[in-house]
């Protein structure tokens, strides 16, 4: 079992920079590829960034490519997001997410955290 808590969230100004955190309990959690998804209002929850258990492979979902990074620290059970440049599109609820797989045209994960909500006004 893994439990997941996110953090940093808040209200920035479109152009501004956010990092979230996630920090995950678990023995396992070296071993899980971890990702972060975000759902806005009244859209549907889609993929965001994914890294691998050892940190070496990452991917991004176009929307967010060349202005995210994510990150790992496995020592502290611990991923990030720092996002910049930030839109009023990436307006949402950002979800961590642990265990993530590509499946048929989308990803799916086996843990979740409760969300932290990110705001960026125009």
């Known amino acids: 079992q893994v439990q997941l808590v996110e953090s940093g969230g808040g209200l920035v100004q479109a152009g501004g920079s956010l990092r979230l955190s996630c920090a995950a309990s678990?023995?396992?959690?070296?071993?899980?590829?971890m990702g972060w998804f975000r759902q806005a209002p009244g859209k549907e929850r889609e993929f965001v960034a994914t890294i691998s258990w050892g940190g070496s492979t990452t991917t991004y979902a176009d929307s967010v490519k060349g202005r995210s990074t994510i990150s790992r620290d496995n020592s502290k059970n611990t991923v990030f997001l720092q996002m910049s440049s930030l839109k009023p599109e990436d307006t949402a609820v950002y979800y961590c997410?642990?265990?993530?797989?590509?499946?048929?045209?989308?990803?799916?994960?086996?843990?979740w955290g409760q969300g932290t909500q990110v705001t960026v006004s125009s």
């Open positions: 678990g023995r396992t959690f070296g071993r899980l590829s």
């Open positions: 997410a642990a265990g993530v797989v590509a499946g048929l045209g989308n990803y799916k994960a086996d843990y």
